[in-house]
C-alpha cells in the first residue's frame, strides 16, 4: 500500500467547493416540487462531510449538483474559482471526467468485466489516473482483481466500485447511500474503505445517508431538512467506523 499523506491544517482549510443560495425547482405537471430552498455550503480540501436526512429533505439532490449531473434553478456552486452553474455542457462533462469520482448505492460494475477491467475503464480515460491495481489493494482486493461481479460478495463489488471511483485521482468523491445496499457488518467496512481512501488520497469527500450512527466518522456533519440546511456540526472527535453500532 502507498505511503500515508497526511494532511496539513492549510490545505483542509482550503475551499474546494462553494455553493451560495442554492435552489433547486421540479415541474411535475402543474406541481412545483422545492427540493432546494436556497442552501450555502464549503467544502474543504480532504475533508469528509456527512449530508444526513430523511427522504425527501434534498440529500441527493444536493448531490447531483455538487457532482455536474445536475443544474440548480438559481444560485452558485463555484469549484476552484470556477462557476459551475454558469458553465456550458462540454466544462461540465471535463469536470465530472477528470475531478469528481462518484459511489453510488448500487455498484453499477460491468458484469462483463473483472474487477481489475472495471476500474480500468475509468483509469484509461483520467488526465491523471492512479495505477488500477494500486486501487484495488487500495480497498483491499488487489487479490481479487481477476474475480467478475457475479463471484464477489456486495460489500466487495462496492469496494471495487470506490476503487474504480479513486482511479482517477479526484479531488472530490461524491457517494450517495454507499452502505444503503449492505448489512451493518458489510457497511462498517465499506466505510472503513471510504475513510483509508480520504486519507490516503485527499479527496473532499462527502456521503450522503439517512443513517444518523454513520455522521460521527465525519469532520462535519450537515443536516438537511425539507431542502434546507438545518444544522451544521463539526465532530471534535471522528469515529472509525468500527466503534459505529446501527
Known sequence: ?????????????LCVLQVSDLTKIYHMGEVEVHALRGVTLDFHAGEIVVLLGPSGSGKSTLLNILGGLDRPTAGQVIYRGRDLTRAPDSELTQYRRFSVGFVFQFYNLIPSLTA?????????????????????????????????????SGGEQQRVAIARAVSKNPEILLCDEPTGALDSATGVLVLEVLQ????????????????????AMADRVVRLSNGLVSEVMRNAMKKSPRDMRW
Open 116 to 152: 481489475l477491467e472495471n476500474v480500468s475503464v475509468v483509469a484509461e480515460i483520467a488526465r491523471r489516473p492512479m495505477d488500477p491495481r494500486r486501487a484495488l489493494e487500495l480497498v483491499g482486493l488487489d487479490q481479487r482483481r481477476n474475480h467478475f461481479p457475479a463471484q464477489l
Open 196 to 215: 483509508d481512501v480520504n486519507r490516503e488520497v485527499g479527496a473532499t469527500t462527502v456521503i450522503i445517508t439517512h443513517n444518523a450512527d454513520i455522521a
Open 1 to 13: 500500500m502507498a505511503e500515508r499523506q497526511e494532511k496539513s491544517p492549510e490545505d483542509r482549510d
